[in-house]
């Protein structure tokens, strides 16, 4: 079993996942060869919450211009996963200090 710090590697900010967080659901990014066990774990063990469901998927990246050499590149592939909490649980991602 890896390290949770090496299964999650950063969590997902966008408009979307700011919706599913009234839910209860949060999406990280998660490293490309991790399982939803793993995942779950890394969770419950990084933020002391219970895990109801966890739902990956892989993301490719885009492909992308310069163009000042006039070729074209990409960005990385990327595997994220939504994880879903249990009733009254919640991560505080930005916490106010």
Partial sequence: MRDAEQVLLRPVVSEKSYGLMDNGAYVFVVAPDATKIEVRKAVEEVFGVR????????????RRRNRKANTFGHRSDTKRAVVTLAAGDRIDLFEKS
């Fill in 51 to 62: 895990v109801t469901k966890v739902n990956t998927f892989n993301r490719k990246g885009k």
